[in-house]
């Protein structure tokens, strides 16, 4: 398991291949097209990320023990 601060230098380096991936996106010679990265696959990944350094910031999950009666 990560630490957060792993996790918010994995964060950062999702940020850099977001902005690499807007700027230069695909590219076309001759009369192919090519693609650099999957900016959707980018943002999902980013909001993974930032969902799991949220909950551990915020005290990660709540679990509650619950005892059924007859």
Request: glycine fraction near 6%; charged fraction near 35%; avoid cysteine.
């Amino acid at each position: 398991m990560a630490t957060l601060a792993e996790k918010r230098g994995l964060l950062q380096e999702y940020i850099k291949a977001e902005k690499a991936a807007l700027k230069n996106q695909s590219y076309t010679i001759k009369d192919r097209t090519y693609t650099r990265a999957d900016l959707s696959a980018i943002r999902r990944g980013r909001e993974l990320l930032e969902s799991e350094i949220a909950q551990i910031e915020h005290g990660g999950m709540r679990v509650r023990r619950i005892v059924p009666r007859d």
